[in-house]
């Protein structure tokens, strides 16, 4: 994927300024420009005279610091629908834990959980602090076409890091068998056919990039997809963990919930969610990219780094 801006959201405190570091961080690494806005940390739109100051002197120690270009939005209003707009023209949207107590939260879900079904790119959600590079980065798959998106999209955040591909086992066909009184010889034969299985398609998507090949490893699991998600970023230690989310709508979301949604509340650490409609394709890029209309700011920017 190749990334060339991020929108990172803030509410100026120090918790809320890791999403900002940890944006900087990618967008060094890519050479993307990091655009920042702020938020309240409920996202209720309010007057705060003081946010625009906040962010222009914190986009400033930004480019001293990591030496990237650094742009602040000037809507300062806090507004979801303010942030998903500004997400529209953007490759990755960087935002931290928001948690929200009200009637909408529960019907509608979390902040990040509406922002998921208006914005086209990924979402990171940075929880940890902000030290260093993401070192192991964790990828959950489940043998779809998606998964192999998820996988590049992994390959490239980081070259330097380790990637981790991880799938469970779903053990209710076993429950099932077990249920129409099959033999426990007939159950060990499907576990260790479907176990086979399993190993030849990770291993698939693992071998699908020969460079990263010797830091690519695999790991299998049974259970809870999401459970054992969360309990295999713990065991790998690993710094981020991608999933992919389908769009739907929040009636579906609240009454079935998601395996990217529990992930995300089941995980301590950083979390990143990709939309299964991404398209990381660059030929699919270069051909949405032109459909799209252009912005002011977008040619700006492009004049900027020719010049440079």
Known sequence: ?????????????????????RAAVLAAQHRALLKIIYAPKDFIACENADAGEGVRRLAAEVHTRFGILVKNVSDT???????????????MLVIGEHREKSAKAFFCGQPIERLLRVVPCPILL???????????????????????????LAWSLDSDAQVEL???????????????????????????????????RIFSLSDSSNARRNRVVAAIGKGDAARQAVVQQQHANAD??????????????FLFGSIAQRVLWWSSRDVLLVP???????????AAS????????????GQRRRAA
């Open 1 to 21: 994927m190749n990334i060339q801006s991020i929108l990172a959201v803030t509410d100026l405190s120090g918790q809320g300024n890791r999403t900002v570091f």
């Open 77 to 91: 209003s806090g507004r979801l629908e303010a942030i998903a707009e500004e997400a529209q023209w953007v490759d």
């Open 126 to 152: 940075a929880r940890l602090e902000v030290f260093h590079r993401y070192r192991r980065i964790l990828v959950a798959v489940d043998f779809t076409p998606e998964s192999r998106k998820l996988v590049k």
């Open 166 to 200: 991880f799938h469970a086992l779903n053990t209710m066909h076993e429950g099932k068998l077990r249920y129409a009184d099959v033999s426990e010889q007939a159950i060990r034969a499907y576990r260790h056919e479907s176990m086979r299985d399993a190993h030849e």
């Open 240 to 253: 981020l963990l991608v999933v992919g989310k389908r769009r739907s709508s929040a009636f579906t979301d």
């Open 276 to 286: 299964h409609d991404l398209r990381i394709d660059p030929k699919t890029e270069v």
């Open 290 to 301: 032109s459909a799209r209309p252009i912005r002011r700011e977008q040619v700006a920017v």
